[in-house]
């Protein structure tokens, strides 16, 4: 079993910066891609980014690219994500997500946290 705790989120004004955090606990060591989702009010779940155990390989939605960071610190058995340039659309619930020993960053991912609401305000 593996625990996943989001911590970062917050009320931002458009243009903005937030940085993300998610803590990873129990099986860590079998932990290999990680990713950070979303979802806003009325949509559905979406991939915000994802990397892999080494950080090697990262993807991006479309909408973030440019804007937003993903990296992790296996040491501390963290996950991160820096927005910058927050848009009022980027304002949802982040959910940081792991899968078990696949490095695969697409597909479904075995764990996921209790989210974190981001507000950007326009």
């Known amino acids: 079993q593996v625990q996943l705790v989001e911590s970062g989120g917050g009320l931002v004004q458009a243009g903005g910066s937030l940085r993300l955090s998610c803590a990873a606990s129990?099986?860590?060591?079998?932990?290999?891609?990680m990713g950070w989702f979303r979802q806003a009010p009325g949509k559905e779940r979406e991939i915000v980014a994802a990397i892999n155990r080494s950080g090697g390989r990262t993807v991006y939605a479309d909408s973030v690219k440019g804007r937003f960071t993903i990296s992790r610190d296996n040491a501390k058995n963290t996950v991160y994500l820096q927005m910058n340039s927050l848009k009022s659309e980027d304002t949802a619930v982040y959910y940081c997500?792991?899968?078990?020993?696949?490095?695969?960053?697409?597909?479904?991912?075995?764990?996921w946290g209790q989210g974190t609401q981001v507000t950007v305000s326009s």
């Open positions: 129990g099986r860590t060591s079998s932990i290999n891609a």
């Open positions: 997500a792991a899968k078990f020993y696949s490095d695969s960053l697409w597909g479904d991912y075995d764990y």
